[in-house]
């Protein structure tokens, strides 16, 4: 776990080595451990060396293979590396580290860009082929680990984190309007763009060329494997399909125990990290776990459940771990901010302040920490985003239904109001074309409902995870901690595609009985029905957890901002957003923005999600503007 960055020079012209270590340097938050360069006249490449596996000097990097052909930069986890090794080794390479990067290495020497197929892990890397005068980079298959490039004249850049590229003497900086009006629609990115314009989020699944005889191609992207959720054809043997995910559930822990620091584990009153603990903690006896709870002196509502601290604790015992937590008040957010909007570099889903103190909680005990991201995504935790669009007239139909629900800030109608100050620079994007856009994979053919939450499930893996996932590695490595997600194992997910909706989500049958026409209270009814989702998980994670984890309502990791917005986070948000000199400002209209937090404010509507954004977007444009 590292973080990486490189130039190449397309018009031949020198690379400084001096850049090459001011980009890395501006990452070396992400490898405290050690540092590298290495330049070849028109190419550099640089790294920062967080040690997991071989701590020796022999795992350093930029590493070199042994011809002197391929060097390579590369931040991740191969979990099959020693499998890989016995293959390569079996083909005649030797190698002189047990590190995971020389089998990265001889793996692409090997196979080429087929070694990507083979990859079991998390990775981002950028490898340099001196003879072809090729540079090829990959992402792993779900982004966990991220990359970011900018091609900006004769000149690409690219790095774990935008910083490495801003650090480059002269990169300009200018706000991307059109990723303003996305995020401010879906609270989240899902093309490949960044606040900032030129710099690009590299896509998940893909690998990238860079052929120097052939300069004005520029970095061409292919695609290597995506998501596919499908039914499967024939009965439903629901015994077998059960036996399997508990072997492919333990099998994908237990890979990701390999370490040679001290790892831990996340610990929420879930049952997904709850899950991950319990399989660990049998081999991994007294394993440190941690828990981020809430003050919720002030709190009402819902909210007043958000505190999992004694569940966890309850967890805790169960599985003998050694336990630490610690407890967020209102006055933690505004404290955080700075800190968070720099390391986060561009505001993502959700309110993500509580991650970065869970990161900081493990980091002062261990290197290497499980996380449950994914679970939700993969066996259907949230049905009742699924069951708002499970009976449509056609697809176009459905593309309308989610993409109404999926407006997470603000709906269609207020855009133009909110954008008025920018909106002739913005008016021709579409938010309704990128929703669709994701949904690559579809045809006119007829589809049962079972199909669409297919598609549905399709979608959040490619844009709400993906999101989670950027938000969990920067939050994690600001603090030199390496975030594993054994949910994102590709066994484990390639059975995920494939089990039946049926197995996933027991309430189908009945919300769709639930007649839209009906007088009465059918919110209430709907939510009653739709209280479900990961049932073949809740069904064999059973023989590990206590009943009542097991049968929990799923509830995310959030604090009681609604309440707080309102009380002793008051002063705080009017001083941040009320003020007449606010940034946000310049681009979007302050008495509209200004009514929707008065909305908040006097308890009309519940708008935590916008204003945690405003604020987020605020402290952004100070530090990166």
């Known amino acids: ?171 300009s900086r200018h706000l991307d309007k059109e990723a ?78 390999v370490t040679d620091v001290e790892l831990g584990s996340y610990l929420s009153g879930g049952m997904d990290s709850g899950s991950i603990t319990a399989i660990a903690a049998q081999s991994y006896p007294y394993m440190k776990t941690f828990t981020c709870g809430f003050d919720l002196t002030s709190a009402s509502g819902l909210e007043l459940g958000f505190d999992e601290r004694s569940k966890a604790e309850y967890m805790s015992y169960c599985f003998k771990t050694e336990h630490y937590e610690m407890v967020l008040k209102s006055g933690d957010m505004e404290r955080v ?30 290197k290497v920490v499980l996380s449950g991201a994914g679970g939700d995504e993969l066996f259907g935790g949230y049905p009742w985003r699924y069951y708002r669009a499970v009976v449509n007239d056609d697809f176009e139909h459905y593309i309308s239904k989610y993409y109404q629900f999926w407006q997470r800030l603000l709906p269609n109608t207020q855009i133009q109001q909110v954008f008025a100050n920018i909106w002739d620079e913005v008016k021709h994007v579409w938010t309704r074309d990128i929703f669709r856009n994701v949904f690559k994979h579809h045809s006119d053919r007829f589809y049962t409902p ?57 309430n189908l049958a009945e919300v769709l009985r639930i007649n839209e026409n009906d007088a009465g209270r059918k919110a209430n009814e709907y939510f009653s029905k739709t209280h479900d989702g990961k049932l073949i998980l809740r069904q064999v994670m059973g023989s590990y957890l206590p009943n009542d984890v097991v049968d929990r309502v799923k509830q995310g990791f959030s604090a009681p901002d609604a309440s707080w917005f309102k009380g002793e986070s008051l002063d705080y948000v009017k001083r941040r957003l009320l003020r007449p000199n606010a940034a946000i400002y310049e681009y979007l209209d302050r008495a509209t923005i200004q009514n929707l937090i008065d909305d908040h404010l006097t308890g009309r509507t519940n708008r935590r999600l916008l204003i945690w954004s405003l604020l987020n977007m605020e402290q952004w444009l100070e530090q990166y503007l």
């Open 1 to 171: 776990m590292c973080g990486i960055a490189g130039i190449v020079n397309l018009d031949g012209k020198p690379v400084s080595p001096v850049i090459i270590k001011r980009m890395a340097d501006a990452i070396a938050h992400r490898g405290p451990d050690g540092e590298g360069q290495w330049v070849d006249r028109n190419i550099g490449l640089g790294h920062r060396r967080l040690a997991i596996i071989d701590l020796s000097a022999a795992g350093h990097q930029p590493m070199v293979s042994s011809d002197h052909r391929y060097v390579i930069t590369y931040n991740g986890e191969i979990y099959n590396y020693r499998e890989l090794r016995t293959d390569l080794e079996a083909e005649g390479f030797r190698f002189r580290s047990q590190s995971d990067t020389e089998v990265l290495l001889n793996s692409i020497a090997a196979w080429g860009v087929k070694a990507l197929g083979k990859l079991n892990g998390m990775f981002a890397f950028a490898l340099w082929d001196k003879q072809e005068q090729k540079l090829l980079m990959g992402r792993d298959r779900y982004g966990i680990k991220p990359l970011y490039f900018a091609a900006t004249g004769n000149t690409l850049a690219f790095g774990s984190e935008q910083k490495a590229i801003l650090a480059q003497p002269g990169f």
């Open 180 to 257: 303003l009006l996305e995020y401010f629609t879906f609270q989240n990115i899902f093309t490949d763009k960044t606040l900032l314009q030129d710099i690009k989020l590299f896509p998940a699944g893909h690998y990238g060329t860079l052929d120097l005889s052939k300069p004005k191609q520029g970095l061409q992207l292919t695609q290597y494997w995506d998501f596919d959720f499908c039914e499967p054809f024939g009965a439903i043997d629901k015994q077998a399909y059960q036996e399997e995910l508990d072997r492919l559930f333990r099998q994908a822990v237990n890979r990701q125990l």
């Open 337 to 366: 901010l700075p800190k968070l909007a720099w390391h986060l570099e561009e505001p993502r889903v959700g309110q993500s302040y509580p991650n970065y103190y869970a990161a900081q909680l493990a980091s002062k005990f261990v």
């Open 450 to 506: 079972e199909d669409y939450i297919n598609h549905s499930l399709y979608f959040e893996a490619k844009t709400f995870l993906h999101g989670l996932l950027v938000v969990e590695d920067k939050l994690s490595m600001a603090h030199g901690l390496e975030n594993r997600v054994p949910f994102l194992d590709n066994d484990l997910v390639d059975f995920a595609m494939r089990c039946p909706v049926s197995l996933k989500l027991k």
